[in-house]
Nanobody
Framework: HVQLVESGGNSVQARGSLTLSCVISGLRLDDYCLGWFRQIPGKEREGVASIDDDGTITYEDSVQGRFTISRDNAKNTLYMEMNNLKPEDTGTYYC????????????????????WGQGTQVTVS
């Protein structure tokens, strides 16, 4: 049974920082494509960052240089450190996983991921 549980969302002021965590059970992190998405009400989820099975990382342009995705295989946890947060970063953040590791980039659509967490809210004011 695969389960993803996010935490770490909060309300912060602009230029602040947060670190999101996603504890994943039921799969090996380094066998999967892992991603972080965010969603604003009324819009589709957009990919923010991804890390594939061999550790290759990609970012959506607006977060490049501010966000850092990482994974700890021993702790079965995916992270995203977010610095210099902006109001436009506000949204619900989801972690996702999929066994298909080809084309594992931040541009990969939400429909190409099989497993999802429940989301954690980030509000930047």
């Amino acid at each position: 049974h695969v389960q993803l549980v996010e935490s770490g969302g909060n309300s912060v002021q602009a230029r602040g920082s947060l670190t999101l965590s996603c504890v994943i059970s039921g799969l090996r992190l380094d066998d999967y494509c892992l991603g972080w998405f965010r969603q604003i009400p009324g819009k589709e989820r957009e990919g923010v960052a991804s890390i594939d099975d061999d550790g290759t990382i990609t970012y959506e342009d607006s977060v490049q240089g501010r966000f850092t995705i990482s994974r700890d295989n021993a702790k079965n946890t995916l992270y995203m450190e977010m610095n210099n947060l902006k109001p436009e970063d506000t949204g619900t953040y989801y972690c996702a996983a999929d066994r298909e590791t080809r084309r594992c980039t931040s541009a990969r659509g939400e429909h190409d991921y099989n497993y999802w967490g429940q989301g954690t809210q980030v509000t930047v004011s």
